[in-house]
């Protein structure tokens, strides 16, 4: 008899536990619940509130955050480098950054992998990612919730969008607040003309050959002798050859405005008139003209007025 109740409670509280799933999984096909801001800056009061709540709430099976301090001297590239990640992947995951100036104190979040860091109010919207980056559904890693919550979230009035992951993706300007957008709209646009050691900024130096300050109108890049240097982007070269304290040099005009002069060549690969794609290359590093080393000069120009090369090749 004692097996017999101990059976029929058994088969009831299976039975139960069934009826509960159906009814939640019929809600969830008919009610929409409250509807829930896609802007994730939306639903915290500040930055400190949002990277508490990564630190707090948010885990992955396989990913985690590192939360680092900004020191006197650092920078969002060496945070990115002395932690293995790359600048990509701190833009996506810090998602009320402005700019990229690093100030002293701030909390910068940096994932222990390279991707793209997103959010959903809808488990439906994993499909959309996935056809936005070109990744399977089964690549985006989810972050751990309750049990059964992706059937009944959406009953849920004040509930929190769920943070997702897709490795080694790059993120997209829609997600960032409009400041820093405009900003990564126009990186996008351009492209390194080569690798190497950025050796000196734009703005006021002291000049490595007349020993006073003067104004450095670019941007140098060290590298060796010889280092093949490709275009910035698609346009057409409008004047090559020796061209003052530059040296041999090459100018390319682009569209919407831009034009870029790439000094102190050794050699130049391209002539005057020649239309090239981004990277096509166009000479090779020198030390022609007014120059200590090896190294590529490089200015940037929009609409006739001098801009920061590094607004470009961040």
């Known amino acids: 008899m004692h097996k017999f109740i101990k059976k029929n409670k058994a088969k009831c509280l299976i039975s139960a536990s069934v009826l509960i799933v159906l009814f939640i999984i019929i ?21 400190n509130e949002f990277i508490n709540y990564l630190n707090d709430c948010v885990e992955f099976p396989s990913l985690k955050f590192k939360f680092v301090e900004v020191k006197k001297g650092d920078n969002y590239w060496k945070i990115a480098r002395d932690c293995n990640s790359n600048i990509d992947s701190l833009i996506s995951v810090n ?18 992998q390279r991707g793209v860091l ?37 009953l849920i009035s004040d509930r929190k969008p769920v943070a997702v992951f897709i490795k080694d993706a790059k993120p997209c300007s829609s997600n960032m607040t409009s400041a820093l957008a405009a900003k990564f709209e126009l990186r996008e646009m351009f492209r390194s003309p080569l690798g190497g050691r950025l050796s000196s900024f734009y703005g006021n130096r002291k000049h490595p050959v007349y020993n006073t300050r003067r104004f450095h109108n670019g941007l140098d890049i060290a590298a060796k002798h010889g280092t093949l240097v490709g275009a910035a982007r698609a346009g057409r070269v409008t004047a090559t050859g020796w061209n003052g304290g530059y040296g041999k040099a090459v100018i390319v005009e682009h569209d919407k405005g831009y034009k870029t002069l790439y000094g102190h060549l050794s050699q130049i690969n391209v002539r005057t008139g020649q239309n090239v794609s981004a990277g096509t290359i166009i000479g090779r590093v020198g030390s022609t003209g007014l120059s200590t080393g090896p190294h590529l000069h490089f200015t940037l120009w929009h609409n006739g007025k001098l801009i920061n090369p590094m607004d470009v090749l961040w």
């Open 27 to 47: 809600a969830f096909s008919f009610y929409n619940g409250a509807e829930v801001d896609p802007d994730i800056r939306n639903h915290f009061s500040s930055e």
């Open 95 to 112: 998602i009320f950054w402005k700019d990229l100036l690093a100030r002293v104190g701030d909390v910068v979040a940096v994932p222990d």
């Open 118 to 154: 997103e959010f959903i109010t809808d488990y439906r919207q994993i499909e959309d990612l996935a056809l936005e980056y070109e990744v399977g559904v089964d690549d985006i890693q989810v972050q751990k919730t309750p049990l059964f919550y992706s059937f009944y979230y959406r």
